[in-house]
T-cell receptor, first 114, second 114 residues
Framework: NAGVTQTPKFRVLKTGQSMTLLCAQD?????MYWYRQDPGMGLRLIHY???????AKGEVPDGYNVSRLKKQNFLLGLESAAPSQTSVYFC?????????????FGQGTRLTVV | AQKITQTQPGMFVQEKEAVTLDCTYD???????LFWYKQPSSGEMIFLIY??????QNATEGRYSLNFQKARKSANLVISASQLGDSAMYFC???????????FGGGTRVLVKP
């Protein structure tokens, strides 16, 4: 099973460029999340979705937009990349938002903004 | 305010010995779940163990056990009989029943010495 797949795995952007990160899950999960991981700060939630057509802001949403047009896909967009957005991005999904529901993670996308 | 605190940025452990990774949390929700994830150098996030706030017994999964002290708001991970493959980053995370989000601590890097 593929689980959660992120595309691309690596990317280098110039400041001001835009890009979209794609997350796809094949587990029919309702909830999907985008996190960024920076050294010493763990994973911080950017945006999340509790179902098709819904999105909500997380802890660090500024500079990012998301869309969930299809249940299986969750897109993260950077309209005008900044060096501060250099990070490793993780997508995750879970069956529900219940407190005992495990989140399944993608392999991560390493983004460098120069 | 940070809800999950991991005070040990890094630690060494001798192969075959046990190691305890500290995690304290803060929540006013009486219903919550606590998770531990492992992140090896390859980058993926691997779910290890779960503890619910109403669980009477400490969770165990193979060589992993969770020392849950509810009154102290701590959920320490114990890895017994450490192996070289246990060298990784370890993250503690919490999900409140009233919320939809998994919140992570800053992580602890473990290096197992032969």
């Amino acid at each position: 099973n593929a689980g959660v797949t992120q595309t691309p795995k690596f990317r280098v952007l110039k400041t001001g460029q835009s890009m979209t990160l794609l997350c796809a899950q094949d587990m029919n999960h309702e909830y999907m999340y985008w996190y960024r991981q920076d050294p010493g700060m763990g994973l911080r939630l950017i945006h999340y979705s509790v179902g098709e057509g819904t999105t909500a802001k997380g802890e660090v949403p500024d500079g990012y937009n998301v869309s969930r047009l299809k249940k299986q896909n969750f897109l993260l967009g950077l309209e005008s990349a900044a060096p501060s957005q250099t990070s490793v991005y993780f997508c995750a999904s879970s069956y529900s938002g219940g407190m005992n529901t495990e989140a399944f993670f993608g392999q991560g996308t390493r983004l460098t903004v120069v | 305010a940070q809800k999950i605190t991991q005070t040990q940025p890094g630690m060494f452990v001798q192969e075959k010995e046990a190691v305890t990774l500290d995690c304290t949390y803060d929540t006013s929700d009486p219903s919550y779940g606590l998770f531990w994830y492992k992140q090896p150098s390859s980058g993926e996030m691997i779910f290890l163990i779960y503890q619910g706030s109403y669980d009477q017994q400490n969770a165990t999964e193979g060589r992993y056990s969770l020392n849950f002290q509810k009154a102290r708001k701590s959920a320490n991970l114990v890895i017994s009989a450490s192996q070289l493959g246990d060298s990784a980053m370890y993250f503690c995370a919490m999900k409140e029943a009233a919320g939809n989000k998994l919140t992570f601590g800053g992580g602890t890097r473990v290096l197992v010495k032969p």
